[in-house]
């Protein structure tokens, strides 16, 4: 490992891809990792845990088969929206009582990907705590408007948004990998302009995250998406504001390099952008899921790579 200056606190997010009631254990199995600190003191490594309960697809499944567990009662909320009810009307699912439960027994905090915020986000105001949500948009939903409802529902109640960035790049690889890039990519234009409409609420840009997951082109070799560093220094040199940056290594490596995601992922909490780390945190999927199974780590891994992580930055703990 290099010899680099230590210090510096980031976020770990780990979790499965998608809840079930089976998975749950593996959460508080994670939740009880621990780790020594810079200054030697045991503390949680962990600060959030992943709990989609609705999967973005390119096709819809309708026995609700790959969608997560909140597929049906989702829907159910959208028809009673559609026909001219309320939020008041939407029946809460099962899933969103795993996230308050584990809040209760772990402290982490909840990270959710959001398909339809206005039927999602109603139901996590009603029960989940201030303080304690992470809501990202999928990749491949890249308009700015499906992000207002969240940044809202983020400023009452304290809670963070996440901006993954979209499959495309927009610009030769070549090209976006040089730090003094005189091209602008889709993928940095898009990021800019997705934290417009995360922040026109009034939602400060220090509570918004931008989640790098790679990008999906024809030089990506083997990776499931290839991280352009460059670019993602690049957007968040250009937003400013204390905004955060998040490394998602699941979803760059892939199945066909999971054994590269532990050493991929320190390399990345490594990276410096002048004196300040590049990266904040990292959003990983681990334990067991019916999704994704190949990309994720297992507990061990998970583990490892924290006490890893912990020898060189400060990890944020869960907290009350």
Same mark, same amino acid.
């Given at each position: ?16 891809? +998608? %809840?079930? /009631? ?10 009880? @990792?621990?780790? #020594? =600190? ?107 408007? +499906? %992000?207002? /409802? ?10 963070? @948004?996440?901006? #993954? =960035? ?155």
């Amino acid at each position: 490992m290099p010899n680099i200056e230590r210090g510096g606190t980031m976020e770990l997010v780990a979790g499965p891809c +998608s %809840i079930t /009631p089976e998975n749950i254990k593996d959460i508080l199995q994670l939740s009880q @990792i621990r780790v #020594k =600190n810079l200054h030697g003191i045991e503390q949680p490594a962990l600060w959030g845990t992943r709990m989609v309960e609705l999967k973005s697809r390119t096709a819809l499944d309708p026995s609700g088969e790959g969608m997560g567990i909140g597929c049906h009662t989702v829907m159910e909320n959208m028809l009673i929206l559609t026909d001219g009810g309320s939020s008041q009307d939407f029946k809460i699912p099962e899933s969103v009582n795993m996230m308050k439960k584990v809040i209760e027994d772990t402290e982490l905090t909840v990270a959710t990907e959001v398909m339809m915020p206005s039927v999602q986000v109603p139901i996590y105001e009603k029960v989940i705590p201030d303080g304690k949500m992470l809501l990202w948009n999928p990749s491949v939903e890249q308009l700015g408007w +499906s %992000i207002l /409802p969240m940044a809202v529902a983020a400023k009452r109640h304290n809670w963070e @948004i996440g901006l #993954k =960035n979209g499959k495309w790049l927009g610009a030769t690889l070549k090209d976006a990998e040089q730090s003094d890039s005189p091209v602008e990519t889709n993928l940095e234009k898009t990021w800019v302009g997705l934290t417009t409409f995360a922040t026109a609420m009034g939602l400060p840009k220090s509570k918004i995250t931008l989640i790098h997951r790679g990008v999906d082109i024809p030089e990506k070799g083997e990776f499931r998406n290839i991280p352009i560093h460059e670019v993602a220094r690049r957007a968040k040199r250009k937003i400013g504001g204390g905004v955060k940056l998040y490394f998602d290594p699941s979803h760059t490596f892939g199945p066909n390099l999971r054994d590269q995601i532990v050493e991929g992922t320190v390399q990345a909490m490594l990276m410096k952008d002048g004196n300040e780390w590049l990266y904040d945190g990292a959003l990983i999927e681990a334990g067991t899921a019916p999704t994704d199974t190949g990309q994720h780590l297992t507990i061990n891994e998970m583990e490892s790579l924290a006490k890893e992580l912990a020898k060189y930055r400060n990890l944020r703990a869960s907290q009350k």
